[in-house]
């Protein structure tokens, strides 16, 4: 059994069936909370594991670039 015929009993067990809706409505309603839901995962996803990119000036030497990029890093 799949997850929005499972919501889909639900919701009629307690509004009762509506018959008043059109296939683009029932579409609607069905998928696009589905599609924003995975959309919003991604995104957070995205937000926790990309890592922080340090721009350090030119005139650092490559240890202040080395230690600027273990503080930020870790």
């Known amino acids: 059994m799949d997850f929005h015929s499972l919501m889909g009993q639900a919701s ?12 683009s409505d029932r579409l609607n309603y069905r998928y696009s909370v589905s ?3 995975v959309l919003a995962i991604i995104n ?3 937000l926790y594991t990309d890592q922080i990119k340090c721009w350090v000036p030119a005139f650092f030497t490559p240890n202040y670039d080395e230690y600027v990029r273990s503080v930020f890093v870790h």
């Open 12 to 23: 009629n067990m307690m509004l009762g069936k509506r018959n008043d809706d059109s296939l």
């Open 35 to 37: 599609i924003l839901i």
């Open 44 to 46: 957070m996803n995205r």
